[in-house]
């Protein structure tokens, strides 16, 4: 894929370069050379939003009465493409990137007067309550039960790897308001409280020693139907819409070819490059340029209106997988250099680095000091937000009338 750009996108490249030379701190830059996960943790994520809400640039895809940008799709992808050069951390989607579309594009005037400036300011943070035990990439058969009230319903249930749940202080939430009919009726979108008596957080600890993600139990807990988006017994259709933006409103692309060039400095730095390894790199770029070229389509849709639609199952499935394959990469690459999770020996909890002084200026989540702990993360990418089994299945029925 070769782009050009005119006089004034290359501007605008280069203002976003200055910007980042000047406000994106080393701190913030080593921060997220070490990430293990998609998410950065609540400090991190709110400093560097901080500094973009200041520039205006923290939720450019938003339509700009709310604070979003009036961009090109050239624009917005100079941005990406800048941001993961200059190796920035991501901010927490749950907000931005997921609630705030669910209300722009459902909630009421009065909800999205009053959440979407907290969000931006980071005053509400945000946690997705989707997942229980026995209902995850078969959503619609959730059980949290939403009993009417009056003027509230009366949620009782629980969730279940709701990531952040331990640092929010919102969550965006489905519930169960009728279980006589279809499972995907039924089924209403609602703002919870993280701080409302009865709600409980119980950790998860992953297998790279992280704690990211949470088990959640609602006894009795008082919601109030002004805090419904959308209508009650509807919420399905909100769920979708979020969903969309989930699944594909991520760009994998610019992240991904930079961590390829990260692993091919690491190659060479250890002097381990090879003509397989170089061939595994190589098809590994083709296979990323080709998935930003996707996403860039996508960015034109939006920018038109539309939603990622299907693409979104598409970006995710190809984007989550080739994470994985380059993590898997990294780890016979690292080899020796590195052993397996030890936590208790690092201020990050990755893994300990034996002998490697040649990995000073690797960078990327494929550096030495975080190549097992981002393995061993990354396996979940093809399970959240839906599995990537299930996003086939929405393919091959809708795309291909399977």
């Given at each position: 894929m070769q782009l050009t750009f005119s006089r004034e996108e290359e501007a605008f490249r280069q203002e976003v370069r200055d910007f980042l030379s000047d406000k994106l701190t080393p701190e913030l830059r080593r921060y997220a050379s070490r990430m293990t996960s998609v998410y950065a943790d609540k400090e991190t994520a709110l400093a560097w939003q901080a500094i973009l809400v200041e520039q205006g640039w923290a939720a450019p895809s938003w339509p700009v009465e709310y604070g979003g940008c009036d961009w090109s799709v050239a624009q917005h992808y100079i941005f990406d493409i800048e941001m993961a050069r200059a190796g920035a951390p991501p901010l927490s989607p749950m907000g931005i990137g997921m609630c705030g579309p669910a209300l722009i594009g459902h909630g009421s005037k009065e909800q999205k007067d009053y959440y979407l400036p907290r969000i931006l300011s980071g005053e509400d943070f945000w946690c997705q309550g989707y997942s229980e035990p026995h209902a995850g990439s078969d959503l619609a058969a959730l059980t949290m039960s939403a009993e009417d009230d009056g003027d509230a319903f009366i949620c009782s249930g629980s969730k279940i790897w709701t990531t952040h749940a331990h640092e929010a202080n919102m969550m965006f939430c489905l519930v169960r308001t009728d279980a006589t009919g279809k499972p995907q009726t039924g089924i209403t979108f609602v703002l919870i409280d993280m701080k409302a008596p009865g709600v409980t957080v119980d950790p998860i600890i992953m297998l790279s020693g992280e704690h990211i993600q949470n088990a959640v139990f609602f006894d009795n807990v008082r919601v109030p139907k002004?805090?419904?988006?959308?209508?009650?017994?509807?919420?399905?259709?909100?769920?979708?819409?979020?969903?969309?933006?989930?699944?594909?409103?991520?760009?994998?692309?610019?992240?991904?070819?930079?961590?390829?060039?990260?692993?091919?400095?690491?190659?060479?730095?250890?002097?381990?490059?090879?003509?397989?390894?170089?061939?595994?790199?190589?098809?590994?770029?083709?296979?990323?340029?080709?998935?930003?070229?996707?996403?860039?389509?996508?960015?034109?849709?939006?920018?038109?209106?539309?939603?990622?639609?299907?693409?979104?199952?598409?970006?995710?499935?190809?984007?989550?997988?080739?994470?994985?394959?380059?993590?898997?990469?990294?780890?016979?690459?690292?080899?020796?250099?590195?052993?397996?999770?030890?936590?208790?020996?690092?201020?990050?909890?990755?893994?300990?680095?034996?002998?490697?002084?040649?990995?000073?200026?690797?960078?990327?989540?494929?550096?030495?000091?975080?190549?097992?702990?981002?393995?061993?993360?990354?396996?979940?990418?093809?399970?959240?937000?839906?599995?990537?089994?299930?996003?086939?299945?929405?393919?091959?029925?809708?795309?291909?009338?399977?």
């Open positions: 002004a805090n419904v988006v959308g209508e009650i017994n509807k919420g399905w259709t909100v769920a979708k819409y979020l969903l969309e933006f989930e699944r594909g409103g991520s760009s994998y692309g610019p992240r991904l070819l930079q961590r390829i060039a990260g692993l091919r400095r690491a190659a060479y730095a250890l002097d381990r490059m090879t003509p397989d390894l170089d061939a595994h790199l190589t098809q590994a770029e083709i296979d990323a340029s080709t998935l930003e070229a996707a996403e860039l389509m996508m960015m034109a849709e939006l920018a038109g209106g539309g939603t990622p639609g299907l693409k979104a199952s598409m970006m995710k499935v190809r984007g989550t997988e080739l994470s994985q394959r380059l993590t898997e990469i990294g780890l016979d690459l690292a080899g020796i250099h590195t052993q397996p999770f030890q936590p208790e020996h690092t201020e990050t909890g990755g893994p300990v680095v034996t002998h490697a002084p040649s990995n000073q200026g690797l960078v990327g989540p494929e550096s030495l000091v975080t190549v097992s702990a981002k393995y061993l993360n990354d396996r979940a990418g093809s399970i959240y937000a839906g599995s990537n089994e299930i996003q086939r299945n929405i393919l091959s029925k809708a795309q291909l009338g399977l």
